[in-house]
């Protein structure tokens, strides 16, 4: 048995302003407190409204880690997908969101780090460095991530194409990839809405994806995308 060691939590050391927009952020437990208030608040909100329902969640894997990939039309998109989640998976799920809209204003990004469990991508500065540190997260804490690959909202309520991002995460590791669809966000809150309508929402899981021997490379990444990205279209025919 190794000697036990003290290890400083990744966050030390940073501001609070800089803890809600930091990938490093740890979850105190006022944090966890009120992460699961809101939890509850957003779930009431989303079967009352929206009458909620969930298709496949059997599909999701016992234990993370783990990456829920979903098509991406509306705000409510990473609500939905958290809300679907059962309790033991719901302390260690982060959506990850757009930093320069989720992240930008320190209300803002206590908002999404608190209700949201959200982590920042800077779209505009997503290089590989940045991947990396997810990918290291994900592994290393064994987290749950939401993912939207096509990298920004639909504007027309139709899919567009996958980008390598995602495989740039799970390439060459077992962290499965479970395909999810969602239906009705995009009639309940486009992108040019300010207010949700009060329309049904449907999210469909799939079978978990494995991508252990997928090459760690530009042709994996793009083989990855192209796999999750059918697998997401076979799904909406069930919707």
């Known amino acids: 048995m190794q000697p036990w060691k003290l290890q400083p939590a990744r966050d030390t050391g940073l501001t609070p302003a800089e803890r809600f927009r930091s ?15 809101s939890f509850l608040i957003l779930r009431i909100y989303l079967v009352v409204a929206h009458r909620l329902q969930i298709l496949g969640r059997h599909h999701l894997p016992a234990h993370a880690p783990f990456i829920l990939a979903t098509n991406h039309c509306s705000h409510l998109d990473a609500l939905s ?18 930093g320069d809209v989720f992240f930008q204003t320190t209300p803002v990004s206590v908002f999404s780090a608190i209700v949201l469990n959200a982590l920042p991508m ?19 804490e064994k987290c749950i991530y939401v993912i939207f690959p096509e990298g920004s909202r639909s504007r027309d309520g139709h899919m567009s194409p996958f980008k390598h991002g995602l495989g740039m995460l799970v390439a060459e590791t077992p962290v ?4 999810c669809f969602i239906g009705g ?10 207010i949700p309508r009060p329309t049904q929402i ?34 909406a025919t069930q919707s």
């Open 176 to 179: 499965p990839v479970v395909p």
């Open 185 to 194: 966000t995009f009639e309940a809150l486009p992108s040019h809405r300010k």
């Open 122 to 140: 800077w779209r505009k500065n997503c290089g590989p460095h940045a991947l990396a540190e997810l990918r290291r997260k994900l592994q290393g």
């Open 202 to 235: 449907k999210i469909v899981m799939g079978q978990p994806l494995d991508f252990a021997t997928t090459a760690n490379n530009r042709e994996g990444w793009s083989q990855i995308a192209r796999s999750v990205e059918s697998a997401v279209c076979n799904l």
């Open 81 to 98: 997908v958290v809300a679907a989640l059962q309790a033991r998976h719901r302390e260690r799920a982060f959506p990850i969101a757009a």
């Open 23 to 37: 990938v490093r952020r740890e979850t105190g437990l006022l944090e966890s407190l009120a992460h699961h208030f």
